[in-house]
């Protein structure tokens, strides 16, 4: 199936990918071999790498609709693509601890650094998107401080992108670019419940590996919600362990992803492609439900049947 929000852009993120790699190829050599590695586990050309080209493909979409030249939105898209995975070893630091986060931590001021500079070569110290850096870089912040204490899902569901703020730079950038300040706002804000949506999908998938390690999530908060519980709580109760594969909870959450859908179909954004792509990260939590309720239904039908049915559907035994 064409994915109309990556598929026509495939020689464009080869231009891209091709300049961060070359830019890392610089770093120490310690350092840049797990950088090369880190490009290219999310390089949607080379594997099906989640939903992380959000966070550098806006400026592509923008040169497709708005004429953004090309140069530029190379420019720009390597410059979000490096942001972002500084953003991303921080983020796997704080939720996951790693036994590499020295490694991690250190390779993200590089990362760092290559951002701001390319960033310096298409923005002058003057231009307004410094300040949504700063303002994008200060939700992200007071959100990954602020989920240990504040059920942010519960509050409002918008709240979960801040997590993800600083992706919207490719937006704001590329429409400051285009001198289409007046668009940033309401372009934001649509990109802000593709955010969601894509911090919800994560969730949705992650959510057994936070309950242990206690990290915040927002489907454990919808099903805390839906029980009549506090959450965040350490340790977890037995009743949301219990709840966390109810199929009524489960499709309420969905609910909360398409009603927000139609908001963003009802908006103004201008950029067709994050439309399709919110869509599609919508279908891939229906997705994951009936995934759960096919298995659910398996392991009900006996033991020997869910043990036929695994191994007709992976005959060699392997995971």
């Not at 090369?36 to 959000?54: A, C, T």
């Not at 937006?171 to 990109?191: N, P």
Request: aromatic fraction near 10%.
């Amino acid at each position: 199936m064409r994915r109309e929000w990556l598929d026509p852009f495939r020689s464009d993120l080869e231009v891209v990918f091709a300049a961060a790699e070359q830019l890392v190829q610089n770093y120490p050599e310690s350092l840049s071999e797990h950088a090369l590695k880190q490009l290219h586990s999310i390089n949607p050309l080379l594997n099906d790498s989640g939903h992380s080209y959000i966070g550098y493909i806006i400026p592509l979409w923008k040169q497709n609709s708005d004429e953004l030249p090309p140069q530029t939105a190379h420019k720009l898209s390597t410059a979000c693509l490096i942001h972002m995975l500084y953003f991303l070893n921080q983020d796997e630091v704080m939720d996951e601890r790693p036994d590499d986060s020295t490694l991690k931590l250190s390779l993200g001021n590089l990362y760092y650094m290559d951002a701001l500079r390319i960033y310096s070569d298409l923005f002058s110290p003057s231009s307004l998107f410094w300040t949504y850096f700063r303002q994008y870089v200060t939700d992200w912040a007071v959100s990954v401080n602020g989920e240990k204490s504040l059920d942010y899902f519960k509050k409002n569901p918008l709240l979960i992108a801040q997590k993800a703020a600083p992706l919207q730079l490719g937006a704001a950038g590329a429409l400051l670019l285009l001198e289409q300040k007046d668009r940033i706002d309401a372009v934001c804000s649509a990109v802000n419940i593709t955010l969601m949506t894509l911090q919800m999908t994560d969730d949705f998938n992650d959510m057994d590996q936070d309950a242990v390690l206690g990290n915040y999530n927002s489907f454990l908060s919808h099903i805390s919600s839906a029980l009549q519980l506090t959450y965040p709580e350490q340790p977890l109760s037995e009743r949301i362990r219990d709840n966390m594969y109810s199929t009524p909870i489960m499709y309420s959450y969905v609910d909360i992803a398409y009603r927000y859908h139609d908001i963003l179909a009802s908006s103004n954004s201008g950029i067709p492609h994050l439309l399709t792509f919110n869509k599609h990260l919508c279908q891939t939590l229906v997705q994951a439900i009936e995934a759960i309720k096919q298995h659910k239904k398996m392991l009900h039908q006996g033991g020997f049947h869910y043990w036929i049915s695994e191994h007709a559907l992976n005959p060699q035994g392997k995971s």
